[in-house]
C-alpha cells in the first residue's frame, strides 16, 4: 500500500511546493513510483510541472480529471462512486521523455469550495447520514489511485492554513514533513503547532471510533499520522565563503531545532487533555528510528541554503532544480532573452549550487526511505 506523506506548515513561504516537486522527482529516480497531489487551490505545484501553454489547454479541457473533479461524487452527492483519479506522467525537459514512476494529481482553484462543507461533515456527521461519505473521501481516492498507478509514495503539497481540508488530508496521512525556514514566524508557528496538531488528533480518534464514519462507503480510515522531521530553509550563508551560515539564521535554526526537541515532540507524543493524558498513538516513530537515520535527538531531515536564481529557473523549465543541465543553466531564458547568456565564475557558482541542492535531495530521499520502511 502506498504511504502517504503530508508537507504541512500553516505558515506561507517556506517552500513546500518546491521540496514537493523536487522530492517526489528524486524518489523516481531511486525507483520508487509517487503520485504528487496539489491540494492547494493556488495550484501552484500544478503550475510548476506544466509551462504556461499546458496549463492553460489542461484547465480548458473539461475533460481532465483534477483533485476536485475526482472527489465531486461525494462533495457533490452525485450517483456515482469515486473512481481513481487520471493523474499526468510529467516529463523530463532536458530530454524530452517521460520521467518513469512520476505522477501528478493537477490542483483546482475552485477546491476551497469544499472547505465548508468538509467542516460542517466533520462536526456533524454522526448526526447527518447525508454527510457520512465526505469526511473519508480524500482518503478512499489516495487509496483507489495509489493501487491504480502500483504507487510507492503519495506526497501531499497542503497550503499554508489551518482549514478542514488539511486537517483531513494531514490526519489521514500515513506521515508527515514540516517544511520550515528560519525567522521569528516559523517560531511562532511550530509553538501553535503543539496545540493545534494534539487537537487535530483528538478529533481524528473520534472520527476513527465513529461507527457511522467507519462504515460509511468511504471510510475514515484508522491511521496515526508520524512525524518525520523537519525540513529547514531559505536562509544564506555567511560571507566568508566557507559554507556557514549567517551568525542571525544560524541562531533561528538552533531555536527551531530546540523548540521541536523540547516542546513539539513532546506535545504529539503525549496528548492530554485539560491535564490528563489520553490513550492515543502518537504521531512520532520510536525514538531509535530517528536516531538510527538522523541522530541521537535529532529531527532536522534537511537544511538548504536559499535557491536563488535556480528556483526560478526551476519554474521557467518545469525541472527540478538539482536537474537542471548546464544549457538551461547558461541560456536561461531562450524565449524571452535569447541572447543573454551566463557565464564564468557566476556559471560556475550556479553549477554547482545545483550539484549540491542534488546531493542534499538525494540524502532526504534516502532518509525518507528509511524512516518510513
Known amino acids: 500500500m502506498a504511504k502517504r506523506i503530508a508537507l ?16 517526489g ?23 510548476l510541472a506544466l509551462n504556461e501553454e499546458e496549463f492553460e489547454e489542461f484547465y480548458e479541457n473539461p475533460n481532465n480529471g483534477n483533485l476536485k473533479k475526482s472527489l465531486a461524487p461525494a462533495f457533490e452527492a452525485q450517483p456515482r462512486l469515486i473512481e481513481p483519479a487520471n493523474c499526468l506522467s510529467l516529463k523530463d525537459r532536458v530530454t524530452d521523455t517521460e520521467v518513469k ?23 456533524l456527521s454522526s448526526a447527518l447520514h447525508t454527510l457520512k461519505n465526505i469526511p473519508g473521501s480524500f482518503s478512499y481516492l489516495f487509496d483507489k489511485t495509489a493501487e491504480k498507478y502500483q504507487a510507492d509514495y503519495i506526497l501531499i503539497d497542503l497550503n499554508p492554513s489551518l482549514n478542514s481540508i488539511n486537517q483531513n488530508l494531514l490526519m489521514t496521512s500515513d506521515y508527515f514533513l514540516l517544511p520550515t ?43 496515526t499520522p ?15 565563503g566557507e559554507g556557514q551560515l549567517s551568525r542571525g539564521f544560524q541562531n533561528w ?26 490513550k492515543f498513538e502518537r504521531m512520532t516513530l520510536p525514538s531509535q528510528s530517528y536516531a ?8 532536522s531531515l534537511a537544511q538548504f541554503s536559499d535557491f536563488n536564481t535556480l528556483v526560478a529557473l526551476s519554474q521557467t523549465h ?27 565564475t557566476v556559471l560556475d557558482t550556479m553549477k554547482k549550487s545545483r550539484d549540491n541542492f542534488k546531493t542534499v535531495f538525494s540524502t532526504l530521499a534516502d532518509s525518507i526511505i528509511e524512516l518510513t520502511r
Open 226 to 240: 508520524k512525524f518525520l522531521g523537519t525540513i529547514i530553509q531559505k536562509y544564506r550563508l555567511s560571507t566568508s
Open 292 to 299: 538510527r537515520v538522523l541522530g541521537k535527538g535529532k529531527y
Open 318 to 344: 518545469q525541472t527540478p532544480i538539482f536537474a537542471l543541465s548546464d544549457d538551461q543553466l547558461s541560456k536561461p531564458y531562450p524565449l524571452l532573452e535569447p541572447k543573454f547568456k551566463y557565464s564564468g
Open 8 to 23: 504541512f506548515n500553516h505558515k506561507g513561504g517556506v517552500s513546500k511546493t518546491t521540496t514537493t516537486f523536487n522530492l
Open 181 to 223: 525556514s528560519p525567522d521569528y514566524f516559523s517560531v511562532m508557528a511550530i509553538k501553535s503547532l503543539t496545540t493545534i496538531l494534539p487537537g487535530w488528533a483528538m478529533w481524528a480518534k473520534k472520527a476513527m471510533n465513529n461507527s457511522t464514519l467507519t462504515q460509511a462507503t468511504y471510510p475514515f480510515p484508522k491511521v
Open 253 to 278: 535554526i538552533d531555536q527551531i531545532n530546540e523548540l521541536v526537541s523540547t516542546k513539539f515532540i513532546p506535545a504529539i507524543e503525549a496528548i492530554s487533555e485539560n491535564g490528563k493524558p489520553l
Open 101 to 123: 514512476g512520476l505522477f501528478l494529481l493537477p490542483g483546482h482553484l475552485q477546491l476551497s469550495e469544499y472547505e465548508v462543507i468538509l467542516g460542517v461533515a466533520h462536526e
Open 25 to 47: 522527482w528524486m524518489l523516481a529516480l531511486k525507483g520508487k513510483r509517487v503520485i504528487m497531489v496539489d491540494a492547494d487551490p493556488q495550484c501552484n505545484l500544478t503550475r
